[in-house]
């Protein structure tokens, strides 16, 4: 087991990972919309919300050796299932690969964040 931390992504806000990589594979902590310069969550609504978290994610894939090209399944929360087609505007852009997903509403995410996406990805 290898804990992945990325210094290209946001500093974790708890006491977690950015990854672990096991076998093969990476699984991320959770990326919400924070921009890694400031810890600040992006200015916007969803889209820009879900593109930041998808950098985010993206850069914690990198530090483990994958990409979202080696996405299996991801696990989206949202914090109004309103934005579901809008934040489908942005997700489907990145995983053109199609790879497993459940999207879910949740009452809150952390620092108020519209949006939070996790990963499993095959580590190539």
Do not use: W
């Amino acid at each position: 087991m290898e804990i992945i931390v990325s210094k290209e992504a946001p500093s974790a806000i708890g006491p977690y990972s950015h990854a672990i990589a096991l076998n093969g594979l990476v699984y991320t902590s959770g990326q919400i919309p924070l921009l890694p310069e400031t810890g600040d969550i992006v200015n916007g609504g969803i889209k820009e919300q879900a593109e930041q978290s998808i950098q985010n994610l993206k850069a914690v894939l990198t530090s483990a050796g994958s990409d979202l090209a080696h996405v299996v399944k991801t696990t989206c929360f949202l914090a109004d299932m309103r934005d579901f087609a809008a934040f489908n505007e942005v997700y489907t852009r990145y995983f053109t690969g199609k790879p497993a997903r459940s999207c879910v509403a949740v009452l809150a995410l952390p620092k108020g964040a519209l949006v939070e996406i996790e990963a499993v990805a095959e580590i190539p």
